[in-house]
């Protein structure tokens, strides 16, 4: 009772801190964002070729015919994990399949202000990737905004460095030097930039996500210092943002939360219209080269939960009728950007999907009667530390810092009441579901004995093709895990973060030789 009353009491500004994150509607467009002769773009595929490097183009990957390719549907959160943004994203996904029977994952771009740390545990254990988008949402953001986030997400919410490998610029709003400070903290991947013209347009810039190394051909039009060979990152990957097209074409572009936009020019919300071009922009893709596409959401206006939510159950009901349709359509896969990106690095025909490791589903084996804070909520039940700060409450498996992380200081001290112990943090070599960081064991260090694989075969003959539909039985949460424990993984991320280096080495040195050091 004491957890609902404490969110009770600080409801309200939860509300308010939500609210000032998302009043600047992230990456509006009018119009195209690039042309052939702005981007100035040349790249040989000869010379480079998966699975380090792909020139950007409207065609599959690894020379493959679109009827080879399955047509991926990206779905992304951005902001704070919050119990109302969950409930949002649930709403949505959590009754479907893909067609080989697995929960679906998505990817949350996080900011950790108004964040519950244990949520992002818990979402991340679950199988969903947790990507980076700086830690009090600022666009065009310094270091230490970007590395502080990894930082925070790491100690607190018991992410692996190496398991957070994207971001997403706040307000979509980023430099050149965004980039060059990304591949500094070694990310795999940048999802920022905006698609902006249809691909039924031979002119069209829906390229499959493509590496650097001939610089970006996305937002030459809008974005100063980039494209013409630049920023030239090799090895370092784009996601573009793929735009849905209402009835004036590329002047009706909608990227972000699609159904808060009136469509065709009119000045009023209408699903109808809404439905009607997600369905055609997805129609386009799917008959044409088999570009992405993505649902960019941000999760609290479509949340019912909140206090005070004026969230339109129409509104809901009309993205899930979309997905409903989309899920009937063969072959079509809702993914995390990560699962979209394993495939691209590694393209393989849709006959060869169920084989295909990204797209499976394996599950933590920790049996429920185990007592131990890992971000499965029947393990973690009533082993969760409260952290009272008074803009905003969180809960942690980790200890609660001292003081609330910020960008000048991403890893406070511990802080450790008297007669308590001090909680440690996960190890480089020790996934999250198998640390305790109460007792500071690793049940598991293996890789042979920790997870069951739940994926189905993919049914011959269309016969399983498509994904679960939403009257089936609410599939409680998603289950993929992969393991990321890979030893030594911290310190070669935590060389990559400038300026912060120490304050991780101290981390790990503390977590290693002890409690009296966390105590510090
Ligand atoms: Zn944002």
């Avoid at 067609?99 to 108004?114: A, L, R, V």
């Avoid at 690095?345 to 804070?373: E, G, H, R």
């Avoid at 070669?492 to 510090?520: E, M």
Wanted: charged residues 10%; proline residues 9%.
């Amino acid at each position: 009772m004491g957890v609902f009353a404490l969110f009770a009491t600080f409801s309200f500004l939860l509300f308010v801190g939500l609210s000032d994150l998302v009043v600047a509607q992230d990456g509006g467009i009018s119009g195209p964002t690039t042309s052939p002769a702005a981007s100035g773009y040349q790249c040989d595929p000869n010379r480079c070729k998966l699975p380090s490097c792909n020139c950007a183009s409207a065609s599959p990957p690894g020379g493959l015919d679109p009827s080879e390719v399955p047509q991926f549907v990206v779905f992304t959160a951005d902001d704070a994990i919050q119990s109302y943004t969950l409930d949002a994203i649930n709403q949505l996904l959590a009754q479907r399949m893909n067609p080989n029977g697995c929960p679906i994952k998505m990817t949350y771009f996080t900011s950790i202000s108004y964040t519950n740390y244990t949520l992002v545990t818990d979402w991340y254990v679950a199988g969903n990737e947790i990507a980076d988008h700086t830690m009090t949402h600022v666009g065009s953001p310094p270091a230490s905004e970007i590395d502080g986030n990894l930082i925070a997400l790491n100690t607190l919410a018991g992410i692996p460095l190496s398991a957070i490998k994207g971001f997403r610029a706040p307000y979509l709003n980023y430099t050149n030097a965004t980039f060059h400070l990304l591949a500094d903290a070694n990310f795999t991947y940048d999802s920022s930039v905006t698609s902006s013209i249809p691909v039924t347009d031979p002119d069209t810039d829906a390229y499959w996500p493509y590496t650097l190394d001939y610089g970006l051909a996305n937002d030459c039009l809008t974005t100063p210092n980039i494209c013409k060979g630049q920023p030239q990152i090799p090895g370092f990957w784009e996601i573009p943002m793929y735009a849905f097209f209402d009835d004036l074409g590329e002047d009706g572009p909608h990227l972000m939360d699609p159904w808060l936009d009136a469509a065709d020019g009119d000045s009023t919300v209408n699903n109808t219209a809404t439905l009607d071009y997600m369905k055609n922009t997805f129609t386009a893709h799917y008959n044409g080269n088999k570009q992405p596409i993505g649902l960019y959401t941000h999760p609290i206006h479509i949340s019912l939960t909140y206090p005070g939510s004026d969230a339109s159950t129409a509104n809901i009901n009309m993205i899930n009728e979309f997905l409903d349709w989309v899920q009937e359509q063969r072959d079509v896969w809702i993914v995390s950007n990560e699962q979209l990106l394993a495939w691209v690095q590694n393209p393989v025909p849709i006959s060869q999907l169920d084989s295909f490791d990204a797209l499976k589903c394996k599950t933590p084996d920790v049996d429920s009667s185990v007592q131990i804070c890992n971000g499965i909520p029947a393990n973690e039940a009533g082993l969760l530390q409260e952290c009272s700060f008074p803009d905003y409450p969180f809960f942690t498996c980790y200890g609660c810092p001292q003081s609330e992380p910020s960008p000048s200081n991403p890893n406070p001290p511990q802080q450790v009441a008297t007669g308590q112990q001090a909680r440690l943090r996960l190890p480089a070599n020790c996934s999250t579901p198998f640390w305790d960081p109460i007792a500071g064991e690793c049940l598991c260090t293996s890789t042979a004995c920790q997870y069951t694989d739940q994926s189905l075969p993919i049914g011959p003959n269309g016969a399983n093709l498509t994904g679960g539909n939403p009257s089936e039985t609410y599939q409680s949460m998603p289950t993929l895990v992969l393991f990321n424990g890979v030893p030594g993984d911290f310190a070669v991320r935590a060389s990559g973060i400038s300026g912060l280096v120490s304050t991780l080495i101290l981390g790990i040195v503390g977590a290693a030789a002890g409690r009296a050091v966390l105590n510090l």
